[in-house]
T-cell receptor, first 116, second 113 residues
Framework: AQSVTQLGSHVSVSEGALVLLRCNYSSSVPPYLFWYVQYPNQGLQLLLKYTSAATLVKGINGFEAEFKKSETSFHLTKPSAHMSDAAEYFCAVSVGSGGGADGLTFGKGTHLIIQP | GAGVSQSPSNKVTEKGKDVELRCDPISGHTALYWYRQSLGQGLEFLIY????????KSGLPSDRFSAERTGGSVSTLTIQRTQQEDSAVYLC???????????FGPGTRLTVL
């Protein structure tokens, strides 16, 4: 079975600083990896996805993530934080072996705080 | 275009009552998923539909939970004899198929008193 670990339940950065949210996965087969963002009282919005093409994936709102198989990581970065980036971020994995029947396995989430 | 919609957005019910939650997926999406989000358990996968068929129902928390999908579109999640531990946000997602990105609705916040 697959699993996802997000290091740091809360991450605080200053506006304009680099954002780095960590995600490590465990999977016995090549995974599909996703980052979602959730704003208060809203559903999950897809930021970006890795589906075995380029290892550096660019998403919306200036975010990107790099798939590193050797490190089983898929960390999310943004060069310069904006106040509007404050939200909950979830990393998720799917292995697809069940044809989708396993759904997505999510990490516990990282709350990103932006300091003015 | 229209995204995934869910209704109601909020539902308050009394313990022991039945509730029905509805999900309208993005038009043309054949795969539909239900998840539950709670403070204690995080995001849990409940069930997946490909078309009208759900190949694996083992993710449903108990036999009080059931789900169906008709016409390859709308899905309902029914919880019978609700308990306080059922209080959570129920999220629906749809996708063009398994293994591709899922798009989520705004969720239904269920509160069982």
């Amino acid at each position: 079975a697959q699993s996802v670990t997000q290091l740091g339940s809360h991450v605080s950065v200053s506006e304009g600083a680099l954002v780095l949210l960590r995600c490590n996965y465990s999977s016995s087969v090549p995974p599909y990896l996703f980052w979602y963002v959730q704003y208060p009282n809203q559903g999950l919005q897809l930021l970006l996805k890795y589906t075995s093409a380029a290892t550096l994936v660019k998403g919306i709102n200036g975010f990107e993530a790099e798939f590193k198989k050797s490190e089983t990581s898929f960390h999310l970065t943004k060069p310069s934080a904006h106040m509007s980036d404050a939200a909950e971020y979830f990393c998720a994995v799917s292995v697809g072996s069940g044809g989708g029947a396993d759904g997505l396995t999510f990490g516990k989430g990282t709350h990103l705080i932006i300091q003015p | 275009g229209a995204g995934v919609s869910q209704s109601p957005s909020n539902k308050v019910t009394e313990k022991g009552k039945d509730v029905e939650l509805r999900c309208d997926p993005i038009s043309g999406h054949t795969a539909l998923y239900w998840y539950r989000q709670s403070l204690g358990q995080g995001l849990e996968f409940l069930i997946y539909f490909q078309g009208n068929s759900a190949p694996d129902k083992s993710g449903l928390p108990s036999d009080r939970f059931s789900a169906e999908r008709t016409g390859g579109s709308v899905s309902t999640l029914t919880i019978q004899r609700t308990q306080q531990e059922d209080s959570a946000v129920y999220l629906c997602a749809s996708s063009l198929g398994a293994t591709v990105a899922q798009y989520f609705g705004p969720g239904t916040r269920l509160t069982v008193l």
